[in-house]
Each structure stands twice: as C-alpha cells, then as structure tokens.
C-alpha cells in the first residue's frame, strides 16, 4: 500500500464513526404513536414487544426488544463517544501517514542529497536528539553500498518508535523530504491560511490526548464531568486532518518525482563516464583506416 492508501484505509474509521452518529442522533426514542403502531405491523411484532423508533432528519430505525439495547444508550450523551473516537481516528490516521510517508521516500532523498539529505531546522534536529549511532554502526557508515539503506532503516526505527502525531510532526517530515517551508508550502497549496490549519489540527491532537489519557474529562474539576463535545467542531477537525494529509501527499508526490528525476539523471552521467573509461580508444582515429583510403591526387597540379 501506498503512504495514502494506508491514510484512507485509516481515516475511513473517522468518517464511519461521523455517519453512524448522524444517522443515531435524537431527541428521543419514540417507543409509541401512529409510527410505531404501523411499523408494528409491518414487523409482526408481538403485542407485548417493546419497539423503539430512531426518528430524524435523515434516518428512520427500529430497535426491538430482542435486540437488547438500554434507552440510555442511544441518548446524546452516549453517542457523543462516537464523535470522541472520530478525533482519536482521525489523528492516528494522520500519524500512521506521516510516519508511513517517511520510510517509503527518506532512501530516494538520502541517495540524491547524500551528505547533506538531512535538514538543519532546529526543531528537526531536536527532534533526532535521541538518535545515536554505535561504534559498529558507524564503521557500516564506510560501506558506500550499504550506507544509505542503514540511515534509512536507522531513521525509519527510531521515528516509529517516537511520536510525529503533533503540527511539528508533519514540518520534520516534510524538510525531510525536501519540502521547503512545508506549512506555509501547504498553506499555499490549499488556499488557507497556515494558522487555521496548525490551530485547528492543534486543538483536534490536544482533544486526541485528553480522550485517550483522561477519558476527556477535566480532573481538575470537582465533578469530573466530560468535556463536551459538538458535532460541527468534530467534522471541521475531522475535514482539515483529511485535506492536511491528501494536500501534504501531493506536495510530497511532486517533490519525488523531482529527487527521482535528479537521481536517474546522475546515475545515467555516472554510466556514461564509467563507458568512457572501459573504452579509452573509443574517440581515437584509426590510422590504417587513413592508409587504406588515400586522397585522390590532384591532376591540375
């Protein structure tokens, strides 16, 4: 799969996570009425059987007894957990991409930029602080064969293991792979402005985090009560992860065709040169051929 496949295949969990809440989304289970008396007899239900209507703008549903599922369940309240695991998906899918996007490309940019492929930022090298190199692989740093496949794969472990779900993330990326400036490159590139982005995919990780380590509740607070959640906030987070990643994979995209044009353009110098010198004789004049067709005498002289 491609670093894009692998976000889509990924992200799609944020999006189900939105419908099925807008499809189950109420003020109120109806369990009596014209409605529920008619879809009673359409189901053959028994006179005793309980039946709940899920009634909204876009979706009409039927819950039945033996389906086993509490009112409460169904209340806002409950199905605003959907809206708390749509952020959670969202951003893991964002970090899953970022850390896919770099070990599928770092290899073509370390073998273009060779010694200098890696940034000078100061939050990319802060970032890389904890990454060391042991005696016996720094000698493998001499094997010209080997060398690059060993920072990759060296680059690769160390950046799975760490986090990049953070606006941060997606700038050490992106120097990384030669994008320059990569945020204001993005802005640029989807029409917004770079601070409604970073912002926005800022407060949606900052959610993502309390989600995941603190239920989403403020345990500074007495009563510990959740934070609320709205559905408009959850789809424009949701919305700007998806155009970040899908406007970020087409910079990345256009930037390696440009490293692999470089590199095969470098490799076919390298393989005329090597020609050369496998065929020192190749432009010199052939003296025989110069005795064997001698130039016609001139009959005025």
Request: glycine residues 4%; contains cysteine; charged residues 25%.
């Amino acid at each position: 799969m491609t670093p894009k496949q692998v976000f889509e295949d990924s992200f799609r969990m944020a999006e189900l996570l939105i419908h099925v809440y807008r499809l189950l989304d109420n003020d109120g289970l109806q369990t009596e009425g014209n409605m529920v008396t008619a879809l009673r007899g359409v189901l053959e239900c028994e006179k005793d059987e309980q039946v709940q209507l899920i009634v909204n703008a876009i979706f009409l549903g039927c819950i039945r007894e033996s389906a086993n599922v509490p009112t409460g369940q169904l209340r806002r309240p409950s199905l605003e957990n959907l809206l708390r695991q749509a952020v959670v998906s969202g951003c893991t899918a964002y970090e899953t991409y970022l850390s896919t996007l770099l070990a599928e490309h770092i290899l073509t940019v370390i073998e273009v930029r060779q010694q200098d492929f890696f940034p000078t930022d100061a939050d990319v090298v802060t970032y890389f602080e904890g990454l060391s190199l042991g005696i016996n692989e720094a000698f493998r740093l001499l094997n010209q064969d080997d060398r690059a496949v060993f920072l990759r794969n060296k680059i690769v472990t160390f950046v799975q293991k760490k986090n990049l779900g953070s606006v941060s993330g997606l700038k050490t990326v992106g120097l990384m792979l030669g994008v320059p400036a990569p945020w204001n490159t993005l802005a640029v590139h989807l029409h917004k402005e770079r601070k409604d982005l970073t912002k926005t995919l800022s407060d949606a990780i900052e959610r993502r985090n309390a989600i995941v380590h603190k239920a989403d509740r403020n345990l500074e607070a007495d009563n510990l009560e959740k934070q609320p959640i709205a559905f408009a906030w959850t789809q424009q987070a949701v919305d700007t992860i998806k155009h970040v990643c899908l406007g970020f994979d087409e910079l990345v995209t256009a930037r390696m065709a440009q490293h692999r044009a470089e590199l095969a353009a470098r490799q076919a110098d390298i393989a005329a040169r090597q020609q050369e010198l496998a065929d020192p004789q190749a432009e010199l004049v052939d003296p025989q051929a110069e005795l064997a067709d001698p130039q016609p005498e001139n009959p005025h002289v």
